[in-house]
């Protein structure tokens, strides 16, 4: 799996969770399938494409200030909740960050 398809499909997991959690609905609300599609578009963009830092660690910060608010207020709850979830997605997310900083 391509490194920005395994980042879209664990921002979407990570949302997914989040949502469930917080807005107790089955599918994604309105607001989080918003997030969703704004972060996707996002990654699309993204100037390091194959090469990119995980978001935490990038210099070029792309989200609008009140979307990186919202999206690291899921991080903070989602990525915990990740090993245990989906964790090859959250493996494959903690390599990629380890991976960057060497």
Same mark, same amino acid.
């Given at each position: 799996m391509q490194r920005l398809e395994r980042e879209q !499909?664990?921002?979407a997991a990570m949302? +997914? %969770?989040? @949502?469930?959690?917080?807005?107790?609905? /089955? $599918? %994604? @609300?309105? $607001?989080c399938s918003a997030l969703l599609a704004y972060a996707q578009l996002r990654l %699309?963009?993204? /100037?390091f494409q194959e090469n990119k830092p995980v978001c935490a660690d990038c210099r070029v910060h792309c989200y609008q200030p009140r979307r990186r608010t919202e999206i690291q207020e899921i991080m903070r709850y989602a990525g915990p909740r990740m090993l245990w979830h989906h964790p090859l997605l959250a493996l494959g997310h903690l390599l990629d960050g380890w +991976? !960057? *900083? *060497?």
């Open positions: !499909r664990t921002v949302i +997914r %969770l989040y @949502c469930h959690a917080h807005h107790h609905a /089955p $599918e %994604l @609300c309105a $607001e %699309l963009r993204c /100037p +991976r !960057r *900083q *060497q």
